[in-house]
């Protein structure tokens, strides 16, 4: 993974968008993301077969302009899209199993405070996800924001780690969560709900 590749961060699903999500893709990736997550879960979201024809559609677009595609907590659908890694929580598949079994995988793994820090296998994974930094409306089991402390104590512990900050980030305060030391924002509704989505990625 080349240095800056996190730095603007899509997740994404068709049911966190107000129109076609290849349209929106395709719009964020004019505006300048430089990786994208398919988080195709939740309320009206898509399943089975149509999740899956989803994911490839959205995979080649990310192929065609050599973005990074992750796949959210779903190992099985990251490996039959082909996808470049794989984004897990703490109570999703073990980083340990992910990268003996699939080295070719990139891994990132959501912490959100001291004890998942202190009890996760950081040198098995590429990146971590710090958050929720500001609240968020889009996960609906989100839990409490943390702020912008929370990248600068996973910097002080693990100052080579790629960080990316995700949870209620917009253009307005983007560039607060960079200033702490993150070297990319995840960011979903504020891109995907946006009236002008090229804008919005590049403010961000």
């Given at each position: 993974?080349?240095?800056?590749?996190?730095?603007?961060?899509?997740?994404?699903?068709?049911?966190?968008?107000?129109?076609?999500?290849?349209?929106?893709?395709?719009?964020?990736?004019?505006?300048?993301?430089?990786?994208?997550?398919?988080?195709?879960?939740?309320?009206?979201?898509?399943?089975?077969?149509?999740?899956?024809?989803?994911?490839?559609?959205?995979?080649?677009?990310?192929?065609?302009?050599?973005?990074?595609?992750?796949?959210?907590?779903?190992?099985e659908l990251a490996i039959?899209?082909?996808?470049?890694?794989?984004?897990?929580?703490?109570?999703?598949?073990?980083?340990?199993?992910?990268?003996?079994?699939?080295?070719?995988?990139?891994?990132?793994?959501?912490?959100?405070?001291?004890?998942?820090?202190?009890?996760?296998?950081?040198?098995?994974?590429?990146?971590?996800?710090?958050?929720?930094?500001?609240?968020?409306?889009?996960?609906?089991?989100?839990?409490?924001?943390?702020?912008?402390?929370?990248?600068?104590?996973?910097?002080?512990?693990?100052?080579?780690?790629?960080?990316?900050?995700?949870?209620?980030?917009?253009?307005?305060?983007?560039?607060?969560?960079?200033?702490?030391?993150?070297?990319?924002?995840?960011?979903?509704?504020?891109?995907?709900?946006?009236?002008?989505?090229?804008?919005?990625?590049?403010?961000?």
């Amino acid at each position: 993974m080349k240095s800056g590749q996190l730095r603007k961060y899509l997740v994404m699903g068709s049911n966190q968008c107000s129109r076609d999500p290849h349209e929106v893709l395709r719009e964020a990736i004019a505006g300048g993301i430089t990786a994208f997550q398919y988080r195709e879960k939740g309320n009206g979201a898509r399943l089975g077969q149509e999740r899956l024809m989803l994911g490839r559609s959205l995979r080649e677009i990310c192929k065609e302009n050599d973005i990074l595609f992750f796949v959210n907590d779903d190992l099985e659908l990251a490996i039959q899209l082909g996808a470049n890694g794989v984004h897990v929580g703490q109570a999703d598949k073990e980083v340990t199993y992910i990268r003996e079994h699939h080295p070719e995988l990139l891994i990132g793994l959501s912490v959100s405070n001291e004890t998942e820090l202190a009890n996760s296998e950081i040198d098995y994974v590429d990146y971590l996800g710090a958050g929720p930094i500001y609240p968020t409306a889009t996960k609906e089991d989100a839990k409490e924001s943390v702020g912008t402390d929370w990248i600068r104590r996973i910097k002080i512990v693990h100052p080579t780690i790629p960080v990316v900050g995700i949870g209620g980030i917009d253009p307005t305060n983007a560039s607060n969560v960079i200033e702490a030391g993150a070297d990319g924002v995840a960011v979903i509704s504020a891109i995907t709900k946006a009236v002008d989505i090229k804008a919005a990625v590049r403010q961000i």
